[in-house]
């Protein structure tokens, strides 16, 4: 083959020569960008395509992500049409099965949640999966799915396949053509520097698979994954094996098995994984694998040889161990580099990376061509990480825990527990004494619930109520009827600066922000379809000073996006780690701040939505009335070095009030009475406020803003899908945790978002979306049986466009206590 030469330029120059790289490629030329390079140090496949399983499952716990692998399956069948080149597919379909009682109510729910997602799916007993695979042991099961459109295909051939396509469409493929620099100007990539020239690019594509960290690095960028040995073996000719075999998965014995000709392909993920690469990837390590290692394998092999006893006469041809990257969520890595613009990467895949491949490929061109993301993609954007997830003894400790993950119970509220702690608030030490239950968001070690005891403060999982329901509703009561105290110091806090800082602001935000200095307001921030980049409050200190309060995971993703709007002349600072965050909600609080301020609190001087300056036991602070609880609250910022000093002075004075302190638990189950949105479950790209009933926060009339002209034209019809409240009817139900159906009348209409007990309600409480077919949703159309399907059970549920608990918002106010 003909060497191709180096262009000085290129309109879109990607670099990695896997499955995923060639899929952006060839997706970008399919949309019309001709000007392509690709760039792959070795060959095509060579690090770690090549020896990928090749499975393709279909059903994702994220809707788009399920898109995404769809996508992908309808490609492969098609590419060998287009391109001439065979990818292997074939649609054998998969069965997974269940040991316990606990993993078969997990596959019910599974099974729900794949006709919210429009994924055929069939639960079946021991002897319909024994049937479905006959070489397999079923007299220790529970029972199993049956998913007839997942399958398989050959990793490479899909690669050279993509990468033919790519061609046709004009890219230009560079083998043995390794990247040893990123050009950067002005804060944007502008080229790359190669063993063979450089090139000129305004787009660089980061699709390096495990090396990808260390290219990162080459550009500023943080890209957290980190490789770990991945096992399978192929054995010889297995009687009773034939091509159309379904793919097998024993998530409780850790183990997959694919038809592999006429024998079989055996492999899994360890409840420990082997981490590797610790001193970086070798750039030469091309189709490279590495030593033998049944040590490591052994409780695959054990599981293995118990769901298929065939194994232990099977002679074994082939043992492979080839690492591959996985990340610190498990989730791969996409989208535009918040250091760098013009700078796109994909990567992490953690082993599903031929699964996830065509999707992947497809939406990431459509981000690069458009400028921002074609859909809801926040579970794998790059934006939910920060520079502290790259560092590499957290990778290390992390990739040991996220490998087996895989197929460990995806248990509601599971918290992983390796390298921890990261990052701690001032209180910390304090709530750990009070025998707080801590979980980690963002880095950020947060109070779940307080125990009794220092062992109960523990998580017991299920998916019934947990060790620490008692516990969270007595913190939920105490906030209702009383006082606590919920360190929300995590939340993310960002400062916005100048005289253009209004303006700015305007044309971001969907309400008005151009308030008189001491007013918060609650906002969203849109995109140009008019739905959510984020939901944050912002508070007007002075008339060129803003304060963005935004969630905790989402402090990179809006700085970055505020960022990419903000004029010259604008600052704009992450202070998050300034100031600790006391929140104290519930019809006390008043009284008890009042102790420790001089500052007047009452409505005339201190009203719903209003951000005062005051002292508070001896400390700065900035007093926000408002309250994510639905009662009368006021969250205290104060500097992290007064924060203790403050909390012991409020739990001084607060005795007799009965103050205590309280979680995110009990905080999860207070939003949801009230009916209170959350980003990333109600609010995401894929919701607009009148799908999410928050027209009232939204100015059309203010002027110009981002996703104006959009919301303009989605209010000429009823929203097509509308986000209900729904109370259960019974008490003593099952409980819901989302992604449960929704049916009304009988039919499926939806799906659950967010779902706890509500405490107050003496009953499951949940949010969820419904499909109107664009009809008004009134008080006939509400009067609809709807039900939510619970692991196959069918629980009547109660439907409402307003809040089950305050829906007039007389406690906010303070109404209904002092």
């Known amino acids: 083959m003909t060497e191709v030469a180096v262009p000085d330029h290129a309109g879109v120059v990607v670099i990695g020569g896997g499955v995923v790289g060639c899929s952006v490629a060839y997706h970008l030329t399919r949309m019309g960008q001709r000007d392509v390079v690709l760039l792959e140090q070795g060959r095509l496949t060579g690090g770690t395509t090549w020896h990928a399983a090749g499975l393709v499952g279909q059903l994702r716990s994220h809707p788009n992500m399920t898109r995404m692998v769809q996508y992908s399956a309808e490609l492969y069948a098609a590419l060998e049409a287009e391109t001439g080149q065979a990818t292997g597919w074939k649609p054998c379909g998969s069965v997974l099965v269940a040991r316990t009682p606990e993993r078969m109510a997990l596959l019910r729910r599974i099974a729900g949640a794949a006709q ?102 080459k550009a500023g960028v943080t890209v957290p994954l980190h490789s770990a040995e991945h096992m399978y073996i192929v054995t010889g000719p297995v009687a009773g094996v034939t091509p159309d075999l379904p793919v097998l998965r024993d998530p409780d014995g850790y183990i997959y098995v694919k038809e592999e000709v006429g024998g079989l392909l055996v492999g899994g993920f360890e409840p420990e994984a082997k981490p590797w690469g610790m001193d970086g990837i070798p750039d030469d390590f091309e189709f490279g694998i590495l030593p033998d290692d049944w040590d490591q394998f052994q409780i695959l092999m054990e599981n293995a040889l118990v769901r298929i006893p065939a194994l232990a006469t099977a002679p074994v041809k082939t043992f492979m161990n080839g690492p591959e990257s996985f990340t610190p969520d498990n989730n791969f890595i996409m989208g535009a580099a918040p250091e760098l613009r013009n700078f796109f990467v994909a990567a992490g895949f953690n082993s599903i990376g031929i699964a996830c491949g065509g999707g992947a490929g497809r939406t990431l061109a459509e981000w690069i061509l458009a400028g921002e993301p074609p859909a809801d993609l926040w579970p794998v954007d790059i934006r939910r990480f920060a520079p502290f997830h790259g560092e590499s003894a957290f990778l290390h400790d992390r990739v040991k825990e996220v490998l087996g993950l895989h197929y460990m119970m995806p248990w509601p509220n599971r918290e992983l527990v390796s390298a921890r702690p990261l990052r701690t608030s001032p209180l910390y030490a304090r709530l750990a004494a009070k025998h707080a239950a801590f979980g980690s968001k963002f880095g950020w070690e947060r109070p779940l619930f307080f125990a009794p005891s220092a062992a109960e403060a523990r998580l017991d999982y299920s998916f019934d109520r947990q060790n620490w329901f008692a516990h969270a509703a007595a913190e939920h009561v105490a906030t209702r009827t009383g006082v606590t105290l919920f360190d929300l110091s995590s939340f993310a806090k960002l400062m916005v600066r100048g005289r253009a800082a209004e303006a700015a602001l305007q044309r971001l935000c969907a309400n008005d922000v151009a308030v008189p200095p001491g007013t918060t307001v609650y906002t969203g921030m849109l995109n140009a379809r008019g739905t959510y980049e984020s939901d944050l409050t912002v508070a007007r200190l002075d008339a060129e000073t803003f304060l963005v309060v935004t969630g905790t995971a989402q402090a990179v993703r809006d700085a970055d996006w505020i960022g990419r709007h903000l004029p010259d002349g604008v600052r704009l600072d992450d202070v998050t780690a300034d100031h600790a965050v006391l929140a104290v909600m519930g019809p006390r609080a008043r009284a008890l701040i009042s102790r420790v301020t001089a500052a007047p609190l009452d409505d005339a001087h201190c009203p719903f939505g209003a951000v005062r300056r005051m002292t508070v036991a001896g400390a700065d602070a900035l007093a926000v009335r408002r309250s994510y609880a639905g009662e009368l609250g006021f969250e205290l910022h104060v500097p992290v070095a007064a924060a203790g000093a403050v909390y012991d002075a409020l739990f001084a004075a607060g005795g007799d009030l009965g103050l205590r302190d309280a979680g995110y638990y009990a905080l999860e189950s207070l939003r949801l009475e009230k009916g209170y949105r959350a980003w990333g479950r109600e609010l995401t790209p894929d919701t607009n406020p009148f799908e999410a009933g928050l027209a009232f926060a939204v100015r059309l009339g203010k002027g110009d803003f981002i996703g104006r002209d959009a919301l303009l034209s989605a209010r000429a019809a009823p929203p097509a899908r509308r986000l209900l409240s729904f109370v259960a009817e019974a008490p003593d139900t099952p409980l819901a945790h989302g992604g449960e159906l929704l049916l009304r009348d009988g039919a499926p209409a939806g799906e659950i978002v967010s779902a706890a007990y509500g405490h107050t309600l003496g009953a499951l409480v949940a949010l969820g979306y419904v499909r109107t077919d664009n009809a008004p949703v009134d008080d006939a159309w509400l009067a609809a049986r709807f039900e939510i399907d619970v692991a196959g059970a069918r629980l009547p549920v109660r439907a409402s466009l307003r809040a089950p608990y305050d829906p007039r918002g007389r406690r906010l106010t303070g109404a209904c206590g002092a």
């Open 116 to 217: 919210v997602h429009g994924i055929e799916c069939h639960v079946i007993s021991p002897a319909e999966a024994g049937a479905r695979y006959p070489i397999m042991r079923t007299d220790d099961l529970a029972g199993g799915l049956w998913l007839p459109r997942d399958g398989k295909v050959n990793p490479a051939d899909v690669t050279q396949a993509l990468a033919r396509g790519a061609r046709r469409g004009g890219a230009r493929i560079l083998e043995k053509t390794r990247v040893t620099a990123i050009h950067a100007r002005h804060g944007r990539a502008v080229g790359v520097a190669t063993t063979r020239g450089d090139i000129r690019a305004d787009v660089v594509v980061n699709c390096a698979g495990q090396w990808a960290r260390q290219l990162g690095r």
